[in-house]
Structure formats: C-alpha cells, structure tokens
C-alpha cells in the first residue's frame, strides 16, 4: 500500500500500528541506539506520514527469544500503548499490553472455528 491508501484505510477506522524500520532480530541489536532508531523512528516515520498517532507495537519474529528486555522496554518508552507478539494464545486478565499473545486467523479460517479459537477451545499444537 502507498501512503495515500494507508491513510484512507486508517480514516475508515482501520488502526494502523508499527513494526520497526528494517525488521531486524530485535534481541540481536547490540546498541540502544539502534533500539531507538528502529522502535522510535519507524514510529516517527509513520506519524509523520500519515498524520496521526500511532499506537500499537507488533515485535519482528514475536517470539520471546526474539524480543528482549531491552527492546521491550524502548517499545514502551516510545509511548506505544500495546505490543503484540507471536505467542499462540488468549490473554490473562490482566495481561502485560506490552506483552501481548495472539490467535492467529487464517484467510480460510470460518467464522464457526474462529468462534471456538476465541473460546479456546483449541489449543496450539506444538
């Protein structure tokens, strides 16, 4: 999507969140530095761009390993209010919203089993 759709789409209610600036391994950048440019810039970028707040965090990979304390923390530091990993599974209450889990929903995914995956009914199989 170019900017103009993305700011269409985002004025029809769609939420348009983050995702750094070059998608790397964030556990793997050694500087708080670059934790910045990547977390806080792709922020200011998007801001910028399409002239709104953006609020909403997903890591790159998702997964803990992938993650780490620091980046986490420049994540919530940046001002956004949640951030999403690729951990399978519904959210305690109350959950981290820094930390949070998801089910993921496939294009083929039926309404009938996407019910019972927000139920949990179904559990991942690992």
């Known amino acids: 999507m170019n900017?103009?759709?993305l700011r269409a789409v985002?004025?029809?209610g769609v939420e348009i969140g983050c995702h750094t600036e070059t998608h790397?391994?964030?556990?793997?950048?050694t500087?708080?530095?670059?934790?910045?440019?990547?977390?806080?810039?792709?922020?200011?970028?998007?801001?910028?761009?399409?002239r709104l707040p953006v609020k909403h965090f997903c890591y790159p990979n998702?997964?803990?390993?992938?993650?780490g304390a620091?980046?986490?923390a420049v994540v919530r530091d940046a001002g956004y209010v949640s951030a999403t990993?690729?951990?399978?599974?519904?959210?305690?209450?109350?959950?981290?919203?820094?930390?949070?889990?998801?089910?993921?929903?496939?294009?083929?995914?039926?309404?009938r089993y996407g019910i019972e995956l927000l139920a949990g009914l179904h559990?991942?199989?690992n």
């Open 62 to 67: 998702g997964r803990a390993i992938d993650i």
């Open 31 to 50: 500087s708080r530095w670059k934790l910045e440019r990547e977390i806080r810039g792709a922020k200011s970028i998007l801001e910028f761009r399409l």
């Open 123 to 125: 559990l991942p199989s």
């Open 70 to 72: 620091e980046a986490a």
């Open 24 to 29: 790397p391994i964030l556990s793997r950048v």
């Open 10 to 12: 985002a004025a029809d």
């Open 85 to 111: 990993t690729t951990t399978w599974g519904l959210n305690p209450i109350p959950a981290d919203p820094m930390n949070l889990r998801r089910i993921p929903f496939e294009s083929d995914t039926g309404p």
């Open 3 to 5: 900017w103009d759709e």
